[in-house]
């Protein structure tokens, strides 16, 4: 909506009427109005649901909500980078890195193989 404005005002300040920007076709301005619409999400793959399923065994929901997106003190996993999980995750099992709260992070990762932590990491990257 804010495009559409933005483009309607830049003609009027023209003077000449026109809208450039192929927003009276699509709405949005040409460089929107040309990308391809979002694809619908696919199903998740075998690593993915290897980490969904370790985050139900773990109860990864129970701090960081069931949508993964936070809960006061607890970070949002949801949509992060899966490399920063990774290594959250594997400097909370070394201790390198400590939780605030009632939950231990150490705790909660020190039954974690690598592939757990891979497949976790891959799940919460991919899960919006």
Do not use: W
């Not at 559409?4 to 809208?19: I, K, P, Y």
């Not at 391809?36 to 139900?56: F, S």
């Not at 006061?72 to 920063?84: I, K």
Request: charged share 25%; proline share 6%; with cysteine.
């Amino acid at each position: 909506m804010a495009a559409r404005l933005f483009s309607l005002r830049c003609a009027q300040e023209r003077g000449d009427g026109t809208d450039r920007g192929g927003a009276e076709q699509s709405g949005y301005p040409q460089p929107y109005a040309s990308l391809p619409p979002p694809q619908p999400p696919t199903a998740p793959d075998a690593l993915a649901q290897t980490g969904e399923r370790i985050a139900l065994q773990h109860r990864c929901a129970s701090c960081h909500a069931d949508d993964y997106d936070g809960f006061r003190a607890a970070a949002r996993l949801s949509g992060q980078r899966e490399d920063v999980l990774a290594k959250a995750l594997h400097d909370f099992k070394s201790g390198k890195r400590v939780g605030s709260g009632v939950a231990s992070m150490a705790e909660v990762t020190y039954e974690l193989s690598e592939a757990d932590m891979e497949a976790l990491s891959h799940y919460m990257a991919t899960h919006r």
